[in-house]
């Protein structure tokens, strides 16, 4: 089949928009990855991204599993004519861009797997109809997304209560890390072990020679017996050389593990959610028939990794980092926003505010009189059961989201601890009822927006594309001005909080504490 104007303009425009949108999911899933670390101070925001952006990359270069599922687990292409199947990957772009653009710039962290799944179906369900989609994969993926949830909040909670009743309030605290750090440590890492290589990396052959030789002969409940008994020995020689030092920088340490383990599932994960439809359409143009596979170069995941690394460094990411560290928090004030309905159910379902019944240790400054969001005993936990989610779910070869099984980590831990007793509770509950409405609505917006871009694209063709882009950057336009005035305005509301809380002291911290720290 000869190209036509048409499927040159597509394809063209569907490998362009590939880059973009793998820099905006890169922008908004940021917050996912160094939220924890940031939160906690163990390191500054920069830092934490250039040390993440290289797990990215590495994760991003062993995605190629998860690609097939993304292309066409949803619905199947071959049921399109090549114009409709087309039309639908610009339909996703056209949607993914903007709707991850502008949850972005208002700081609200949004599932860019949940986004994919569900434009694919709107586009798969406008031009193909209901035979096209693949409603037992459909519905395989959404279950995986629903269950990486649940599953990340109930370890969440209950990993972060045992440790903190062990631990106690103070985590740095020598005579504690002493009596307990080791076999928590041990706990943790083990986890992070078998999700990441045995499950996350199993389609490595040399993962999987040294699975098949350990896991398969002896049996997975004494090799986990083994390693932890391995990796607490290893961290109990390492608190007895490094003494006090270690001691209080242990769990910023495993933080940080945690982290590059979520960085790596990341981009092993997620990458597909940008790339598969414009590969998809790359290949029509080249070959002029759908692709049976799609054959992903090293070099090109690599590219990839670097865009999604480049979206991690801009403007917008720190505000969706700024904003998830503020939900979790477990300090007195924070700067969010939440409509006053959420606000509202809020209060209504928060028990009474009670200092005394807080687990989570008081709030209080860095050395640099920074705010300390979390302390490293959760920031760890929050990483290592993300971490281990979603690389357990890549392995299966599941596009599960990032964003619900970090922020289920955030927020299931913040529980264990009662942060919703403390502070700003309302506001903090409040937010994170608009972040589960934002869910359901951004999945509610991708289905539609995508089915009606498709449609008109399929039916004006080349005029068709010209008028959904331009659709598509004036609604972009439109919410980055709405966002930088709501921003300014949250600027304004958190500094009076502070200042009637803090009374004196706020003219100090005002000056030095910023939590949206600029690249």
Excluded at 48 to 61: E, F, S
Excluded at 166 to 187: L, S, T
Excluded at 261 to 282: E, M, V, Y
């Amino acid at each position: 089949m000869e190209p036509t104007l048409f499927m040159y303009s597509a394809g063209i425009i569907a490998v362009a928009m590939l880059v973009w949108d793998t820099i905006e999911v890169g922008r908004n899933d940021a917050a996912n990855i160094v939220n924890a670390v940031f939160g906690a101070r163990v390191l500054r925001r920069r830092t934490a991204v250039y040390i993440a952006g290289v797990a990215v990359i590495l994760g991003a270069c062993a995605a190629s599993p998860v690609m097939e599922t993304a292309r066409k687990g949803i619905f199947d292409p071959e049921q399109l004519s090549l114009r409709d199947a087309l039309s639908v990957y610009l339909g996703v772009y056209l949607t993914d861009t903007v709707l991850l653009y502008s949850f972005s710039a208002f700081g609200m962290p949004v599932s860019t797997t949940a986004g994919l799944v569900f434009s694919l179906l709107g586009g798969g369900l406008a031009l193909g109809g209901i035979g096209a989609v693949h409603w037992g994969k459909t519905s395989e993926v959404i279950t995986a997304i629903i269950f990486s949830i649940l599953i990340t909040g109930l370890a969440g909670f209950a990993v972060q209560r045992v440790f903190r009743t062990v631990i106690g309030q103070d985590c740095e605290n020598p005579k504690q890390v002493y009596k307990h750090g080791a076999w928590i440590a041990g706990f943790l890492l083990t986890g992070l072990v078998y999700f990441i290589l045995m499950k996350g990396m199993k389609n490595v052959a040399f993962i999987n020679t040294v699975r098949t030789n350990t896991f398969d002969v002896w049996g997975a409940p004494l090799v986990l017996i083994v390693l932890w008994t391995v990796f607490t020995v290893v961290v109990e020689a390492i608190l007895l050389i490094g003494k006090d030092r270690a001691a209080r920088r242990l769990f910023s340490g495993l933080a940080i593990v945690g982290m590059l383990a979520i960085a790596f599932a990341f981009g092993q994960n997620d990458l597909c959610n940008s790339t598969s439809p414009g590969l998809a359409s790359w290949l029509i143009l080249r070959h002029g028939e759908i692709a049976h596979q799609i054959p992903v170069p090293t070099w090109l995941l690599f590219s990839c990794g670097i865009l999604l690394f480049l979206g991690m460094t801009t403007q917008n990411a720190q505000r969706v980092t700024r904003a998830e560290v503020n939900t979790g928090s477990q300090g007195d004030v924070v700067r969010l926003y939440a409509p006053a309905w959420c606000i509202t159910l809020a209060k209504l379902i928060m028990p009474h505010k009670d200092d005394h019944k807080v687990l989570a240790p008081e709030p209080h400054l860095t050395e640099n009189h920074k705010l300390q969001h979390y302390d490293s005993l959760r920031a760890a936990v929050i990483t290592s059961i993300s971490g281990s989610t979603i690389a357990f779910a890549s392995g299966l070869g599941l596009p599960v989201s990032t964003t619900y099984v970090a922020f289920a980590a955030v927020v299931a831990s913040g529980y264990a601890d009662r942060i919703f007793l403390r502070g700003d509770a309302h506001l903090k509950l409040g937010r994170t009822i608009w972040v589960i409405c934002g869910w359901l609505l951004s999945a509610c917006i991708a289905a539609l927006a995508t089915a009606t871009f498709a449609k008109t694209i399929s039916l004006a063709g080349t005029v068709g594309i010209a008028l959904c882009l331009a659709v598509n950057l004036t609604v972009r336009h439109r919410m980055k001005k709405r966002a930088d005035a709501q921003e300014e305005r949250l600027i304004r509301e958190a500094a009076e909080r502070k200042k009637a809380v803090l009374g004196e002291r706020f003219q100090t911290l005002s000056a030095t504490d910023h939590d949206d720290e600029r690249m």
